[in-house]
């Protein structure tokens, strides 16, 4: 439930002990007052995330070594099948350590209540649009 607007500005306001000077000249809007509902969202999707890309890697492991004990198979093709696992270990785990370090930013501060803005941001920058770039970049 999205609060009252002008009293949730306010609260922001004072409990947020560094905010800018000039912000209080722009337009804000508070989605929630309780961070609870948010992160368990957050943790929710990303734990779900996790387990579809480990079950999908432990799935590939099992093919290949299941593949590469057949007598058919020749060194070439275990060579491709080495390559090929360590390429969608490093696309499936570059999110997963994305992702992790807003994560575990926001695990931090949200229950101790500690605000800095400036590690807020520099999480914001090297975790989201980096996830966000991540199939683009990739492709």
């Avoid at 198979?73 to 994305?98: C, D, E, N, W, Y």
Wanted: with cysteine; charged share 10%.
């Amino acid at each position: 439930m999205i609060p009252e607007q002008k009293e949730a500005v306010e609260f922001i306001l004072q409990k947020v002990p560094c905010f800018p000077y000039y912000a209080g000249d722009t337009p804000m809007f508070v989605f929630a007052l309780d961070p609870f509902p948010i992160t368990a969202n957050v943790v929710a999707v990303f734990s779900i995330q996790v387990t579809i890309m480990v079950i999908l890697v432990v799935l590939t492991i099992v093919a290949l070594y299941n593949h590469a004990h057949e007598l058919s198979t020749s060194r070439h093709t275990l060579s491709l099948h080495k390559k090929f696992l360590a390429a969608m270990l490093i696309q499936t785990g570059l999110p997963v350590v994305v992702l992790m370090i807003p994560l575990l930013y926001m695990a931090y501060t949200i229950p101790t209540g500690y605000h800095n803005q400036g590690k807020g941001q520099a999480c914001g920058v090297l975790g989201f649009p980096s996830a966000a770039s991540h199939d683009t970049l990739s492709a």
